[in-house]
């Protein structure tokens, strides 16, 4: 089968999602768009996978959050698709990109041929068996990336009833996966290198709270080691997880969250690189014309720090997405859009807590509040000073009116003559800027 499309947007994720609503917005003819992605169900909030989806009890599950309900948006249900003219080729994994004959083809065999193609493939999860890891290809070591990861999750967990969970890394996966394995009354274990989890952003005093928390809801920590490799049972499921230190623990279920990759490989070769991702100017347009990448894949010029990043979170996923499609769209009116002007912002929650965080996290971090594991209400955050000036921000807890304040200090990056001062002042800082 040999199809045209006037644009293809290659993924089904978050960034296909906000882009085809914006697609829809700008006015597009049926039969002009398709999005080809390799999963079998129409864009959706993949956050809600290591969240809503896990609940014990009503738990989140598809149509319920196609995009765009995380950020308050119609939910695009497959009718949707079908009423605009948009194609979803779903199931579909293209395996070849060539860009010079502006062709896709899919693992099947199927070409792909367009004029504008957007690139949202996303990222992949790195695997314990990409490093060859003993036995860490045993039933029951699970990722979770995606709706069949997923409900191989629950699957898993619905096997393995009250067991013992140990979560192999301490980033986002890790943090997210353990309270909801433990809400699930799974008996978990957390296993990560660093001094403490979260490193990316979080500082020690922040840290101090999250793993206080999650000590106090029962989880245990190991932290400064490594699984370096896994024993199962006759099945092939997994019973014991081995660590560098030398200690075994057993294990019913273990779940990997050790990072993403950003599937770039299509390209490689075929458009220019930087920082591991698709380089774009700040209308998300590659090195090739008429080739545009969004989402985790893209390193941008990020205009407020005046430098090139790549991004894997949400919210830059839906405005690139968004971006992009502007772009696109005013472009062949002739017309021109402003450059992507993007504050980074990144977000968690887990069992009752819940924090936010914009801007950048470098420079000297100062502390506030009360980040006491114990506390009923416990309210905290931490800014970043850079140059004498606040340049990041992050909040647990804050109210609505409070993040809101935050993330315009990260926007403005107010100066700060006295850092004492600042740390006295707290959230109160910010909610006078
Ligand atoms: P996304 O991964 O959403 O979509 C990529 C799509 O491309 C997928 O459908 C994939 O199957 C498809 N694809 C890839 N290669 C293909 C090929 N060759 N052929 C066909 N299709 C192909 N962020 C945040 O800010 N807050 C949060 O709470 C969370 N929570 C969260 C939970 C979990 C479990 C994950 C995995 C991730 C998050 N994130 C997050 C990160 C956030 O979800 C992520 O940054 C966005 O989904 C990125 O959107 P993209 O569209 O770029 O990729
Ligand atoms: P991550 O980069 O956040 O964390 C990976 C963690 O694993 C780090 O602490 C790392 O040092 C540790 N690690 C590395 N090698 C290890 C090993 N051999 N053994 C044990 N630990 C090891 O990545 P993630 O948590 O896997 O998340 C994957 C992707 O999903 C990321 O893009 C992330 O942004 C996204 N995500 C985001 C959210 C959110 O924004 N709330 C939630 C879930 C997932």
């Known amino acids: 089968m040999a199809k045209h499309f006037k644009y293809v947007i290659l993924g089904g994720g978050v960034a296909a999602g906000y882009a085809a609503r914006e697609f829809a917005k700008q006015g597009v003819n049926p039969g002009e768009l398709a999005i080809i992605s390799k999963e079998p169900v129409a864009p959706y909030e993949r956050p809600a996978l290591s969240k809503g989806y896990l609940f014990p009890q009503n738990a989140a599950r598809l149509p319920g959050f196609h995009t765009c309900v995380g950020s308050g948006g119609e939910r695009l249900l497959p009718e949707w698709y079908s009423e605009k003219g948009i194609e979803l080729v779903l199931s579909t994994e293209i395996v070849k990109a ?94 990560y290198p660093e001094p403490w989890c979260m490193p990316r952003l979080f500082t020690a005093g922040i840290a101090h709270f999250y793993e206080g928390y999650y000590t106090n809801k029962g989880i245990k920590i ?15 499921d997994v019973t014991k997880v081995k660590l560098k230190n030398g200690s075994v623990l057993d294990a019913d279920i273990v779940i990997v969250g050790v990072g993403g990759r950003p599937l770039t490989g299509l390209f490689k070769r075929q458009v220019d690189e930087e920082k591991g991702g698709l380089k774009t100017d700040a209308f998300f347009e590659t090195s090739v014309a008429g080739v545009y990448a969004i989402g985790d894949v893209a390193t941008f010029p990020l205009k407020l720090y005046n430098e090139q990043r790549r991004v894997e979170h949400v919210d830059h996923a839906r405005k690139s997405a968004e971006q992009a499609v502007r772009a696109i769209k005013a472009k062949e009116s002739g017309e021109s859009v402003a450059e992507y002007d993007y504050l980074p912002y990144f977000y968690s929650r887990s069992f009752d807590v819940a924090w936010q965080f914009y801007g950048d996290n470098v420079g000297d971090d100062v502390l506030f509040g009360d980040n006491d594991p114990a506390s009923a209400k416990p309210k905290f955050g931490s800014y970043w000073v850079k140059d004498g000036k606040v340049v990041g921000v992050f909040l647990e807890g804050g109210s609505a009116e409070e993040n809101q304040a935050i993330a315009k200090v990260a926007r403005v990056q107010p100066p700060v003559a006295d850092v004492q001062a600042l740390k006295e002042q707290g959230i109160e800082f910010a909610a006078k800027i």
């Open 98 to 191: 060539d860009l010079a004959s502006k062709t896709l083809t899919s693992a099947a065999g199927d070409t792909f041929t367009y004029e504008t193609l957007l690139i949202a493939t996303g990222s992949s999860v790195i695997k314990l068996t990409d490093f060859g890891v003993q036995g860490a290809e045993s039933n029951n070591i699970l990722y979770l990336r995606d709706i069949a990861d997923a409900d191989k999750l629950v699957a898993a967990m619905q096997a393995k009833k009250d067991g013992k969970a140990v979560i192999v890394g301490g980033g986002y996966i890790g943090l997210e996966l353990s309270a909801a394995l433990k809400i699930n009354n799974f008996d978990v274990t957390m296993v």
């Open 222 to 236: 190991l932290k400064g080691t490594v699984a370096v490799g896994f024993d199962a049972d006759a099945n092939g």
